[in-house]
């Protein structure tokens, strides 16, 4: 069981916008400002989107933004594109541990 | 740019060891910027952190794992080390060598330097555990 709660799939047609939910605790998102989402493609490696909540890495598309609310974390990908469909994980910073969430398989339709 | 490579045995049996390395190039393992972190992936299942390192030698692992594993760094081969003692078919995963960022953070508890996120990864090695 993933220690960050995150819903199992997501759906949105081309151009549209979706939010994928992470939810952690006190201990983990509530607490500090170091989340991140990973995309991941079948057979491939991770690969870094967001950071620090909301900050995006250079090369990584406008489309795509991070925000927090309390214990919850949400990456939004708006203007939906048939190459975002992939799995997509948080992570959070926990002090002395760092925590990932169980992934949501995003499907454009 | 920087690059990581993971490189190690594809099949273990039961109660053995596994032993994998990650070969840092492009760069210094250590630029004291960054930390060096594991992350492994059981066949259609989610992301786990293993442990994550300092190239000073201070490591953080995960609790669950953190009876078995041991993560270490070798700055003379600019590579990192992990070894999780006593696998089964639960250990069974694609595993990921990861650079992981450094931040200066502040928060109720005064100054930290602490990890960030994963940026940079490697492409993964499949370890299956089989009798």
């Known amino acids: 069981q993933s220690v960050l709660t995150q819903p199992a799939s997501v759906s949105g047609s081309p151009g549209q916008s979706i939010t994928i939910s992470c939810t952690g605790t006190?201990?983990?998102?509530?607490?500090?400002?170091?989340v991140s989402w990973y995309q991941q493609h079948p057979g491939k490696a991770p690969k870094l989107m967001i950071y620090?909540?909301?900050k995006r890495p250079s090369g990584v598309s406008h489309r795509f933004s991070g925000s927090k609310s309390g214990n919850t974390a949400s990456l939004t990908i708006s203007g939906l594109q048939a190459e975002d469909e992939a799995d997509y994980y948080c992570?959070?910073?926990?002090?002395?541990?760092?925590?990932f969430g169980g992934g949501t398989k995003l499907t454009v339709l | 740019q920087l690059q990581l490579q993971e490189s190690g045995p594809g099949l273990l049996k039961p109660s053995e060891t596994l032993s994998l390395t990650c070969i840092v190039s492009?760069?210094?393992?250590?630029?004291?910027?960054?930390?060096w972190g594991w992350i492994r992936q059981p066949p259609g299942k989610g992301l786990e952190w293993i442990g994550t390192?300092?190239?000073?030698?201070?490591?953080y692992y995960n609790p669950s794992l953190k009876s078995r594993v041991t993560i270490s760094v070798d700055t003379s081969k600019n590579q990192f080390s992990l070894k999780l003692s006593s696998v089964t078919a639960a250990d069974t995963a694609v595993y990921y060598c990861?650079?992981?960022?450094?931040?200066?953070?502040?928060?109720?508890?005064?100054?930290?330097?602490?990890?960030?996120?994963?940026?940079?990864w490697g492409q993964g090695t499949m370890v299956t555990v089989s009798s």
């Open positions: 990861a650079r992981q960022t450094g931040i200066d953070y502040y928060d109720s508890s005064g100054y930290d330097y602490t990890r960030d996120a994963f940026d940079i």
């Open positions: 492009g760069g210094s393992i250590s630029n004291s910027s960054y930390y």
């Open positions: 390192t300092y190239y000073s030698g201070g490591t």
């Open positions: 006190s201990s983990d998102v509530g607490s500090y400002n170091l």
């Open positions: 620090e909540v909301s």
């Open positions: 992570c959070s910073y926990a002090r002395t541990s760092t925590v």
